[in-house]
C-alpha cells in the first residue's frame, strides 16, 4: 500500500484483482499470474480486513471460508420450477427427440425428396453433480438453493458463498436486476482424490464417487467443512430473470460467461440431429480425458423463442434431453448373497461383491431383485460375475462367467427364517381369475409373516408412515425412527401418539428443546387429509396416487375399509388384484387394531364426505354380472340379461324356460347361469355385492347426483404453472368437488385454464384457441365464491 493509499482504497484494489485473477482462472482457464502471487494478494487482502473489520463486506474474497454451523436449512420454493429432462438412451431415442421437435414447431421432416429442416441444438456434457439455483440481485449472490423436489429446494446460500469459481458479486454491468443462474456443482477427479485420501489418512469414510461427495459437501450445516471441499460450478441456463437476456441458449450462456459464471468449455453448436450424434461420440471417446464425471451429453434447441413454443410436458421439458451413455460393466467375484427385509416383508437377495471400480463407482452391492432373476442368472456364490451400472446409477449383475466357477460355489438359497425376526418365510402365490374359476400360480416374491412383530418391516413401516408425502412428521427421520423402535417405544404406528417427553429426551441426540419440537411435530400431524392417511397405512400396491383416488371416490375411512374388491374396481385403475390386496388390508385383525389405536389417540382424518357425485350410481346390473365372471356370459350377455330381468334378484331366481326365451344366448350360456346362481354362496355373493352398492350410492337404482347439480358441471379446467397457497393436487380436488373435469392437456372444449408462475405451453395454447385465463388470485376469488 503506498503513502497515498488510505486502507479502504488499497482494500478495494486487492478485491477488483483477486476477483479478475479468480475470472480469469476459472471462467477463462487463462490464468495470469503464478499461485505464489495469487497468494501473496490475498494474505495481503486479510491482514488488511482483519486491522479494519469495518471494511469486511459479505463479497469480498475472504468470506469464502464458512460461518457458525447451522440447526437446519431452511426451505426455498422455486419461482420457476426445476424440471428434470428426458432421458435418451439409444441413437433412436435422440432421432426420435428430433423429430417431435420439429413436428411440435411445424418445421418440415423431410420425405424422399428432402432431408426436412433441420434444428440448431446447443450441445454440452451432462456432469455427474448436484443441480442448484444461485440468485442474484442487483449484481450481488443472495441465495443458493438445491434443486430439491423441482418445486421446492434448501436453502444453502451460506454453503455455495464458499464454492470458490462461484462470483460473489457478478462482472459487468449489464446484467438483469433479478438473475436466477441455474448449474451443476461438482467435485472434479482430482480434487475427490485428494479428498478421499484425507479422510483415510483421518480415519473417515471414503466417499463412494465425486456426486456424493459433491452432494454431502454441499448439505453440511457447517458450512467451514463445504470450504474446505474442492468443488466447483458449472452454469448451464437461467431460471427467473427480470431483465433481456440473448434469444439463443448459447447466447444466454456466453452472457453468463461475461458476467463471471463458469460455463462449460465443452459448449458447442450443432446443426441437426445428426451434428448432435458426432458430438456424443466425440464426448464419449474423450469421457475418460475429462478433468470431471460425466455421464451423458445434454441437447438443447438452441433457440429461446422455439423453446417456449414446444413448451413442457408433465415435468420435463420437450425442447431438451439428456443423452445418457451406455452402461459401463466390469468383472468381480460374487462373495456372498445376503437377504434384505422390506416393508411389506418382500426378502429381496443383494450381492455382496468384491469391490470394483464400475464408472467411476466403486460397487461392493448389486441387486439380483428376486429368486426368479437368481435362476435366470445361474449364478451361485463364488463365481465370477459381470456387473453393469444401469444408466449410470443401480449396480447390477448382468451375467455368469461360467468357465470361471470355482469347484467351491455354493447355490443361492433363500432363507426359510426371516434374518431379522425368525418367522416364517413363505413364497407368494398369484391368483388369476376368470370366467368361473380361479388359478394358482407362484409368484417371484417371498415374504416374512412376521409382520410389524419383525423389526425390519416394523421399522419400514413406520419410515413409510412419518415420510413427507404420508403424515409429513418433520424430524422423523430414519435413525431416530430405528432408536423408537429399538428402546421398544414404538412397536406400530399408534404408539408414535403415546411418545412422552422423558421417552424422547432419553433417545441420543435429544436435548429438551428438539424432544419438544418432535413431540409437536408429532402433535402437528394429527389431523392428515384422508389420502394422506391412506397411503400412509401402507397398504400393499397402493401407492399415493391410488390412495387419493379411494379418498376422493369413496369419501371416508369407513367405506374403504369396508368395500368389497367386486365394488372396489368400478373406481377407475383399481384392478382385481389390488382391490383384494386393500380388502385384506383392512379385513386384517392387526390393522384394524393399529387404525383403531390411531384414532383412540388423536388422529382426526380431515376432508372425508359422500361418495364423490361422479360415482354415484355409477354401477350397472349389466357390469355386474359381467364382473361375477360367470362362465360363457360376456359383456353382450350381462347386458341383454339386464334389459331382460332389470333386476338382480330376477335374474338369480330365472329358470330355464325364462332364460332359454333371451335372443342369442345360447344353451351353454343359459346353463352355465343357471349352474352358477344354483350354488348358494354365489348367489350370497351377488347379493351382497348389490347391497354395498346400494349402501355406498354407486347402485344403479340410486340417486344420480353427477355433476348436474354443482356449479362447475360440464366444465374443464387445466392446471399449469406453480400455485403458491396450495397445491396442484388439492386445486384438483376443490374442483373436482365443484363438478369440474380437470385436464391435463388445453383444447377449444376447455373452460378455464388456471396459470400460476412458471407456466409455459398451456398458456400460450390457451391464449392461442380464447381460452379463459385465470392467475392465481382470481382462481381463488373465483373459489371462494363458488364454495360459499
Request: overall charge negative; aromatic content about 6%; hydrophobic content about 40%.
Amino acid at each position: 500500500m503506498t503513502s497515498a493509499q488510505t486502507a479502504a482504497e488499497r482494500i478495494a484494489e486487492l478485491r477488483s484483482d483477486i476477483d479478475a485473477h479468480n475470472y480469469r482462472y476459472y471462467v477463462l482457464d487463462e490464468p495470469s499470474v503464478p499461485d505464489a502471487e495469487y497468494d501473496r494478494l490475498f494474505k495481503e487482502l486479510k491482514a488488511l480486513e482483519a486491522e479494519h473489520p469495518e471494511l469486511v463486506t459479505p463479497d469480498s474474497p475472504t468470506q469464502r471460508v464458512g460461518g457458525a454451523a447451522l440447526a437446519a436449512f431452511g426451505q426455498v420454493r422455486h419461482e420457476v420450477p426445476m424440471l428434470s429432462l428426458g432421458n435418451a438412451f439409444e441413437e433412436r431415442d435422440l432421432i426420435d427427440f428430433d423429430r417431435r421437435a420439429r413436428e411440435g414447431l411445424d418445421l418440415p421432416t423431410g420425405d424422399l425428396l428432402g432431408e426436412g429442416a433441420e434444428l440448431e441444438y446447443s450441445c454440452e456434457p451432462k456432469l455427474d453433480g448436484l443441480a442448484v439455483s444461485l440468485l442474484y440481485e442487483n449484481g450481488r449472490l443472495v441465495r443458493g438453493a438445491t434443486r430439491g423436489d423441482g418445486s421446492t429446494g434448501e436453502d444453502i446460500s451460506t454453503n455455495v458463498r464458499t464454492v470458490r469459481n462461484i462470483p460473489l458479486k457478478l462482472h459487468g454491468s449489464d446484467w438483469p436486476a433479478v438473475l436466477e443462474v441455474r448449474g451443476e456443482i461438482y467435485m472434479p477427479k482430482a480434487g475427490f482424490e485428494a479428498l478421499n485420501a484425507r479422510q483415510l489418512e483421518t480415519g473417515g469414510k471414503p466417499f463412494a464417487n465425486p456426486r456424493n461427495a459433491a452432494a454431502g459437501s454441499l448439505r453440511q450445516l457447517d458450512s467451514k467443512i463445504t470450504a474446505s471441499r474442492p468443488l466447483e460450478l458449472c452454469a448451464y441456463g437461467v431460471g427467473r430473470s427480470d431483465g433481456d437476456l440473448p434469444d439463443t441458449h448459447i447466447g444466454i450462456l456466453e452472457a453468463l460467461k461475461k458476467w463471471g459464471l463458469p460455463i462449460s468449455r465443452e459448449l458447442r453448436l450443432a446443426k441437426g440431429v445428426e451434428q448432435c450424434r458426432d458430438y456424443f461420440r466425440d464426448i464419449g471417446e474423450k469421457r475418460d480425458a475429462l478433468p470431471y464425471e460425466i455421464d451423458g451429453v445434454v441437447f438443447k434447441v438452441n433457440s429461446v423463442g422455439q423453446q417456449r413454443e414446444l413448451g413442457f410436458r408433465a415435468r420435463e421439458p420437450r425442447w431438451a434431453i439428456a443423452h445418457k451413455f451406455a452402461a459401463r460393466e466390469e468383472v468381480t467375484e460374487l462373495l456372498d448373497v445376503e437377504f434384505q427385509v422390506g416393508r411389506t416383508g418382500a426378502i429381496t437377495p443383494v450381492a455382496r461383491l468384491k469391490p470394483v471400480q464400475v464408472a467411476g463407482v466403486t460397487v461392493s452391492n448389486a441387486t439380483l431383485h428376486n429368486m426368479d432373476e437368481v435362476a435366470r442368472l445361474g449364478v451361485m456364490i463364488g463365481d465370477t460375475v459381470i456387473v453393469r451400472r444401469a444408466g449410470d446409477v443401480i449396480p447390477q449383475i448382468l451375467g455368469v462367467i461360467p468357465e470361471r466357477r470355482p469347484e467351491s460355489a455354493r447355490e443361492v438359497h433363500v432363507p426359510e427364517q426371516c434374518p431379522v425376526c425368525g418367522s416364517a418365510v413363505e413364497r407368494t402365490q398369484l391368483i388369476k381369475r376368470s370366467k368361473g374359476r380361479e388359478s394358482f400360480s407362484e409368484g417371484s416374491i417371498y415374504r416374512c409373516v412376521g409382520r410389524l412383530a419383525c423389526q425390519a418391516q416394523l421399522k419400514q413401516a413406520i419410515i413409510h408412515f412419518v415420510s413427507r408425502r404420508a403424515m409429513d412428521i418433520d424430524g422423523l427421520g430414519d435413525k431416530i425412527v430405528e432408536q423408537l423402535v429399538d428402546a421398544g417405544l414404538v412397536g406400530s404406528p399408534a404408539d408414535l401418539y403415546s411418545l412422552s417427553f422423558e421417552q424422547v429426551l432419553a433417545l441420543e441426540g435429544f436435548a429438551e428443546v428438539s424432544s419438544r419440537n418432535l413431540l409437536k411435530a408429532i402433535d402437528d400431524s394429527r389431523m392428515p387429509s384422508l389420502a394422506r392417511f391412506i397411503f400412509a397405512l401402507g397398504i400393499p400396491d397402493v401407492g399415493e396416487g391410488t390412495a387419493k383416488l379411494l379418498a376422493r371416490a369413496l369419501g371416508s375411512l369407513d367405506r374403504i375399509a369396508c368395500a368389497l374388491p367386486d365394488v372396489l374396481v368400478y373406481l377407475p385403475d383399481i384392478g382385481l388384484e389390488v382391490a383384494h390386496e386393500i380388502h385384506s388390508f383392512f379385513q386384517d385383525e392387526h390393522n384394524q387394531l393399529v387404525i383403531r389405536q390411531l384414532r383412540e389417540r388423536g388422529v382426526e382424518l380431515q376432508e372425508e364426505g359422500d361418495v364423490h357425485p361422479e360415482f354415484a350410481a355409477c354401477a350397472t346390473l349389466a357390469g355386474l354380472l359381467d364382473n361375477l365372471n360367470i362362465p360363457f356370459i360376456a359383456a353382450t350377455g350381462a347386458q341383454r340379461l339386464a334389459d331382460r330381468f332389470g333386476s338382480l334378484e330376477a335374474i338369480i331366481g330365472a329358470d330355464w324356460l325364462d332364460l332359454r326365451q333371451i335372443e342369442r344366448l345360447n344353451e351353454k350360456a343359459a346353463r352355465a347361469l343357471r349352474d352358477y346362481f344354483d350354488e348358494p354362496a354365489n348367489a350370497a355373493r351377488a347379493r351382497v355385492i348389490e347391497a354395498q352398492l346400494k349402501e355406498f350410492g354407486m347402485h344403479w337404482q340410486s340417486e344420480r347426483k353427477a355433476a348436474e347439480g354443482l356449479p362447475l358441471a360440464g366444465q374443464t379446467w387445466v392446471l399449469t404453472g406453480t400455485l403458491e397457497a396450495m397445491s396442484r393436487d388439492e386445486a384438483k380436488a376443490r374442483l373436482e368437488a365443484l363438478g369440474a373435469k380437470v385436464s391435463g392437456s388445453v383444447s377449444a372444449k376447455t373452460s378455464v385454464v388456471v396459470a400460476g408462475p412458471g407456466a409455459g405451453s398451456k398458456l400460450i395454447k390457451a391464449n392461442e384457441l380464447g381460452v379463459a385465463v385465470d392467475d392465481e388470485a382470481a382462481f381463488l376469488k373465483r373459489l371462494a365464491s363458488l364454495e360459499a
